[in-house]
């Protein structure tokens, strides 16, 4: 699977730089989006934004399985998992210090896809607010 991994991401990053793959949004489209509070955007709502698409239909059909277990390995770990402990460890400090305040700031791959940290607080029952760039806190 690693070397499937590696290979298939050399062949992307080949794609990209001849000019026959393009990713269908730019770093400035995720920063504005991120910007507005837009994070229900397409941009955001794919699962495997964050990690290398392995799928695609010209793949034999063993690989396809290859890359569909890939996928859904980084999905679950790198994204599900990640996120799950960001969200807890936000909740754990909220519940050991109810005196006090905080302002947490996340990158933008925290909110990315399904699962996100703020999915996480919100299933805790706690209500979280986008503040946009320039706004006072």
């Known amino acids: 699977q690693v070397v499937f991994a590696l290979n298939q991401t050399l062949l992307q990053?080949?794609?990209l730089r001849a000019g026959s793959f393009q990713i269908p949004y730019t770093t400035e489209d995720l920063i504005k989006?991120?910007?507005c509070g837009d994070l229900s955007s397409i941009i955001f709502n794919h699962d495997t934004s964050q990690v290398p698409n392995?799928?695609?239909?010209?793949l034999p059909a063993h690989?396809?399985?290859t890359a569909q277990e890939i996928d859904s390995y980084f999905r679950q770990e790198l994204i599900y998992k990640r996120n799950e402990r960001m969200g807890?460890?936000?909740k754990d400090l909220l519940e050991e210090h109810p005196d006090k305040s905080f302002f947490f700031a996340f990158g933008a791959g925290h909110?990315?896809?399904n699962n996100t940290v703020i999915d996480v607080l919100r299933r805790?029952?706690?209500?979280v607010e986008?503040?946009?760039a320039g706004q006072a806190v």
């Open 130 to 132: 986008h503040t946009p």
């Open 111 to 113: 909110f990315m896809g």
């Open 54 to 58: 392995f799928i695609n239909a010209t």
């Open 13 to 15: 990053q080949e794609s």
């Open 88 to 90: 807890r460890r936000v």
């Open 124 to 127: 805790e029952g706690y209500e």
């Open 33 to 35: 989006h991120y910007n």
């Open 63 to 65: 690989e396809r399985i």
